[in-house]
């Protein structure tokens, strides 16, 4: 095999092959997000200069094992060394602004007229119901698809994504006012795209740490979940909503009137009654009701009978109930049963459609996903918010 010479290792070359190096947390090439600061080259090595985001960037050996790989492939009989260094704010800033589309502005991306981001709400009447672990299982069940999917934990009180999705202790980085959300391998699933995940709960100095806000304060949280955090691009959003009809389903259909709202219930008729609620909030809103999600709905006995241990008819009174209030069809988009591993995938951080598909859960979550993401936007079921004019 010829040997590499010094004339054909260029910079050019060089650059162009740290092209394949993909930040791990912007999820671009190093060279778009102006990361490459100088590259040197003598006769028997190669010293490039790398300028992470933050100091503290907790993904830097990647970026100093991806930047050597991709340097040896053009250049093998040379030794690589990588320099680490930080971004000024200047370069922070043009960063930031170049991944915003050239808007120094915030904005919640997924409000603008273009975004193709498909954003679903998950929306309960009252807690309890299984909203969050059916939110983690759909968003999982969509990844597996291939699909770029986010979830952000709007439960500000009862934030339990990064638990559900096994986050652990990891936290999001910081660049200046960017914030990146956490990338969540799926489990068992190597070739699906990491999950994003993005919580308030990961924001507190401890974990333990009690939110007391209100109104204000919980509209500005959502609008920083939203708009501070560079999602990338994305073919679906989904939001942990708080059960009930509160501050933060309000502004989440002042901010999002787009969103598409999946409302929960367990099939007894008291939580029937209060979900019915959740879904006419969403309409008053101007945002669709697609659907609905019975959770509990039934126990398998090993001899394979269905015990409806809280009684049975809830998601077609929801259903029923909300296609007549709201004038378009509601349909019932899945039942699913109890089922132990779904709690036990719940508390180990483990989403039971990832580590367990075969199971009757995982089964009817992945026809859910499949149906969520299978439709094609409309404007049936939404109100378009038109007040009426007089005559000429």
């Avoid at 590499?4 to 910079?11: A, C, G, H, L």
């Avoid at 907790?58 to 053009?74: I, S």
């Avoid at 800033?93 to 919640?108: C, D, N, T, V």
């Amino acid at each position: 095999m010829a040997s590499v010479t010094d004339e054909s290792v260029t910079e050019e070359r060089v650059r162009e092959a740290l092209g394949s190096v993909i930040d791990p947390e912007i999820k671009r090439p190093v060279t778009e997000l102006g990361m490459v600061d100088t590259i040197t080259i003598d006769d028997t090595s190669i010293t490039v200069r790398i300028l992470l985001t933050v100091s503290g960037c907790p993904l830097k050996e990647t970026l100093t094992r991806d930047t050597t790989e991709a340097v040896q492939k053009v250049a093998p009989q040379h030794t690589v060394h990588v320099d680490l260094g930080v971004m000024t704010d200047e370069q922070r800033k043009s960063m930031r602004e170049m991944l915003r589309g050239g808007q120094a502005e915030r904005e919640i991306p997924f409000a603008q007229a273009g975004s193709l981001t498909k954003v679903y709400a998950i929306a309960s009447g009252k807690g309890g119901v299984g909203k969050s672990s059916v939110t983690v299982n759909l968003a999982v069940a969509m990844a597996q698809r291939g699909l770029k999917v986010g979830i952000v934990d709007a439960d500000i009180y009862g934030h339990s994504i990064p638990d559900m999705m096994g986050v652990g202790d990891r936290r999001p980085t910081q660049v200046d006012d960017m914030i990146l959300p956490v990338p969540v391998a799926v489990p068992g699933s190597p070739d699906a795209p990491d999950v994003k995940v993005m919580s308030i709960g990961m924001l507190k100095p401890k974990r333990d740490q009690v939110v007391a806000w209100r109104g204000p304060m919980l509209d500005r949280a959502l609008v920083q979940m939203l708009s501070d955090v560079f999602w990338g691009d994305l073919d679906a959003l989904l939001l942990d909503l708080p059960p009930g009809t509160g501050d933060m389903a309000i502004s989440l259909g002042q901010h999002l009137s787009n969103a598409e709202v999946v409302v929960v219930t367990t099939p007894q008729q008291a939580a029937a009654q209060v979900a019915e609620r959740a879904g006419t909030m969403a309409s008053m809103m101007h945002q669709r009701v697609v659907g609905v999600i019975e959770n509990m709905s039934y126990l398998l006995t090993p001899a394979g009978e269905r015990l409806e241990v809280f009684g049975s008819g809830g998601a077609e009174t929801v259903a029923r109930t909300l296609g007549q209030r709201l004038g378009h069809d509601v349909p019932v988009l899945g039942k699913v049963p109890l089922e132990e591993q779904l709690r036990i995938g719940g508390d180990d951080g483990l989403p039971i459609v990832a580590t367990h598909p075969d199971s009757e859960s995982a089964k009817i979550l992945l026809q859910v996903a499949d149906s969520l993401t299978g439709r094609s936007r409309g404007l049936a079921g939404m109100q378009l918010g038109l007040a009426p004019v007089g005559r000429l």
